[in-house]
C-alpha cells in the first residue's frame, strides 16, 4: 500500500495543512508520497521533500497548475492514480474542490473530513455537527479521502530527505481559467493555523463595538481575529473570520469566546481547541459546557478588564 499526499501550497512553500494530512497517510500503513503540482513550484517541492515520513516526492510543473484550478490538478491526480491505494487531500477549499472529481472519475465513494484512522479501511468521521462521530469502512480498491487537519497532529516540517521525481504534467483541461484574487492582508496569524483565538459574537451589537472590545485583546494576545456565524451575518466581522461548520473549523492552543451563546453549528468548527474560555453574562449559554474555563460576566466590562491585566 503506498498513499499519495496532495499538497496545498503557494508554488514556494508548503501550507500548513499539507503537513497534517501527511499524518493521516503515514496512518494507512505503507509508504507516503506527496504530489506538489504547481508552476515554477521547485521551492514547494524541496519543501515537501524535507517533511518527515515522506518517502518521494511527485512534482509535476505546468502553467496550468500555477493557482490550484481543481480541474487540471484532478487530471494530474488521475494520471498517477494507479499507483496508490489512498489518495490524501486537505479538508480545506481547494482539496474539497478537487477531491470529489477524482472519486467521480475513479467511481469510487469518497471519505470526507477524517479525524482518525482505525485501519487502512477504516476511519472515523464527525457527522450531525459534530455531535456524533461515525466509523466508515471503505470497501473500494482506491480509497479517496479528505483530512480534517485538526484532527491530527502536523508532521515535522524538516528532518525527512524524500527524493523528488518530476512527472509529465497532465494537459491543460481548459474547462476554467484563473482570472484573479483578492486576498485579504493582515498582519494577524491565519484563522486556521493561528496559536490563539479570540472570537466574538453577536452580543457586541455592532461593527464600532467589535474593533473596540474585541481588537486590544487580540492584540495583546497575538491572536487571530474569529467570529460567530450571527456576528458575521449582523456586519460585525467579515466573513472569513467565521468559525464553525459553515466557516472555518479551528483548534487552536487558545480559543477565547466573548459573547458567544455557543449554537452547534459554532461549536462544530472549535470545540477541539486545546483550551476554550467563555465569557457569557448568561449562565444557561451552552458555550460554557464545551469550556475549560468560564466567566459569567458582562464582556464589556470582562474583556477591557483581562486587556488591563494583560
Not at 142 to 168: M, N, Y
Request: proline share 4%; charged share 20%; glycine share 10%.
Amino acid at each position: 500500500m503506498t498513499a499519495l499526499v496532495i499538497a496545498e501550497h503557494d508554488n514556494a512553500s508548503i501550507k500548513g495543512a499539507t503537513l497534517n494530512t501527511v499524518a493521516a497517510a503515514a496512518q494507512c500503513g505503507g509508504d507516503v508520497h506527496v504530489l506538489v503540482a504547481g508552476h515554477n513550484a521547485g521551492e514547494a517541492a524541496k519543501a515537501a521533500a524535507q517533511i518527515a515520513g515522506v518517502a518521494k516526492v511527485i512534482h509535476a510543473d505546468a502553467p496550468g497548475f500555477e493557482h490550484g484550478l481543481a480541474e487540471n490538478v484532478a487530471a494530474q491526480v488521475l494520471a498517477l492514480a494507479p499507483g496508490y491505494s489512498h489518495i490524501l487531500f486537505p479538508a480545506t477549499a481547494s482539496g474539497k474542490n478537487i477531491a470529489p472529481r477524482v472519486a467521480a472519475a475513479l467511481d469510487v465513494g469518497q471519505v470526507s473530513d477524517i479525524t482518525k484512522v482505525v485501519s487502512a479501511d477504516t476511519f472515523e468521521r464527525p457527522i450531525y455537527a459534530g455531535n456524533a462521530i461515525a466509523t466508515v469502512q471503505a470497501s473500494d480498491e482506491k480509497k479517496v479521502i479528505t483530512v480534517r487537519t485538526t484532527g491530527f497532529d502536523p508532521a515535522a516540517a524538516s528532518g525527512g530527505s524524500a527524493a523528488v521525481e518530476t512527472a509529465t504534467a497532465a494537459a491543460d483541461e481548459g474547462k476554467s481559467s484563473f482570472v484573479g484574487s483578492e486576498i485579504a492582508k493582515s498582519d494577524r496569524p491565519e484563522l486556521t493555523a493561528a496559536k490563539i483565538i479570540v472570537s466574538g459574537g453577536r452580543a457586541l451589537g455592532s461593527a464600532e463595538k467589535f474593533n473596540e472590545v474585541m481588537t486590544p485583546l487580540a492584540d495583546k494576545l497575538g491572536a487571530a481575529l474569529g467570529a460567530s456565524r450571527a456576528a458575521v451575518d449582523a456586519g460585525y466581522a467579515p466573513n472569513d473570520w467565521q468559525v464553525g461548520q459553515t466557516g472555518k473549523i479551528v483548534a487552536p492552543q487558545l480559543y477565547i469566546a466573548a459573547g458567544i451563546s455557543g449554537a452547534i453549528q459554532h461549536l462544530a468548527g472549535m470545540k477541539d481547541s486545546k483550551v476554550i474560555v467563555a465569557i457569557n453574562k448568561d449562565p444557561e449559554a451552552p458555550i460554557f459546557s464545551v469550556a475549560d474555563y468560564g466567566l459569567e460576566a458582562d464582556l464589556f466590562v470582562a474583556v477591557p478588564e483581562l486587556v488591563r491585566e494583560l
